[in-house]
C-alpha cells in the first residue's frame, strides 16, 4: 500500500477518533517507514521472522495497523505503547519476557531506539492494557494489513478486536500520572473529542 507523506514522523498522531475511518485511509496518512531501516538488534528481537524473536514479534506493515487502532504515533514513548500491548496480547508472554525486553530494549537499543525511564512506563502500561483487553488473542498473527481488515472502519476493526476506546483512555489517564509533561503524553486523547490531536493536526 502506497502511503502519503503529510506530516513529519514525530507529528503523526492518529488519536481516537478516526471511528468512521477504513484502517487503509489512516495508514495512507502515516510517514514512510522501510523494514531495512530498523537495526538488526531490534529486527533480532521484534521480526517474526528471526529465530529469537520474542512474543508478539510482527511485521512492520501490521504493526503501523496496531498503532492506528490504539491511537498512538510514533514517538519512543507511542512505540512502548503499542510493543507492550502487543506482546501483551500474545499468549506465550510472561513476566520473564516482559523483563528480559526491558533490559534488552534499555541496554542494547542503539541510541534513539532506546528505551528510557518513561518508556518503560509506557511499555508496561501497554503490556497490562492488553492482558485486561485481549489476552492471550495474539494480536501480532492477525493479518490486519490484509483485507477485509482494510477496508473496515477504525471503528469496526476496534470492535472485532475487543478494543474498546475508554479502556484505551483509562491507560493513557494513567500514562498522565506516570509519565506527564512529555510531548507523548499530553497529546494522548484521555476525555473525549479533542480536536488538536486529530489526524492532519500537529500535536503540541
Not at 523494514?35 to 511485521?59: F, M, Q, T, W
Request: with cysteine; net charge negative; hydrophobic share 40%.
Amino acid at each position: 500500500m502506497g502511503r502519503r507523506i503529510d506530516l513529519k514522523w514525530d507529528e503523526w498522531n492518529p488519536g481516537l477518533d478516526t471511528d468512521d475511518m477504513t484502517l487503509a485511509q489512516v495508514l495512507a496518512s502515516m510517514p514512510a517507514a522501510e523494514a531495512e531501516d530498523v537495526p538488526a538488534i531490534i529486527r533480532k528481537y521484534e521480526n517474526p521472522e528471526s529465530p529469537d524473536a520474542l512474543p508478539g514479534a510482527i511485521s512492520l506493515k501490521r504493526h503501523d495497523c496496531i498503532h492506528v487502532l490504539l491511537g498512538r504515533g510514533l514517538h519512543v514513548q507511542d512505540e512502548a505503547f503499542v510493543i507492550g500491548a502487543t506482546m501483551g496480547a500474545a499468549s506465550e508472554i510472561t513476566g520473564e519476557i516482559v523483563d528480559f525486553f526491558i533490559e534488552v530494549s534499555t541496554t542494547q537499543y542503539p541510541k534513539h531506539w532506546r528505551f528510557e525511564e518513561e518508556h518503560i512506563a509506557s511499555y508496561r502500561l501497554g503490556v497490562g492494557f492488553a492482558m485486561d483487553n485481549m489476552a492471550g488473542q495474539n494480536l501480532h498473527l492477525i493479518p490486519l494489513e490484509e483485507e477485509p481488515w482494510q477496508s473496515k472502519t477504525v471503528r469496526q476493526a476496534r470492535r472485532d478486536l475487543g478494543i474498546v476506546k475508554e479502556e484505551l483512555r483509562a491507560y493513557f489517564r494513567k500514562a498522565e500520572l506516570l509519565v506527564p509533561g512529555t510531548r507523548a503524553t499530553r497529546r494522548l486523547d484521555t476525555s473525549g473529542h479533542r480536536p488538536d490531536v486529530q489526524l492532519g493536526h500537529k500535536g503540541e
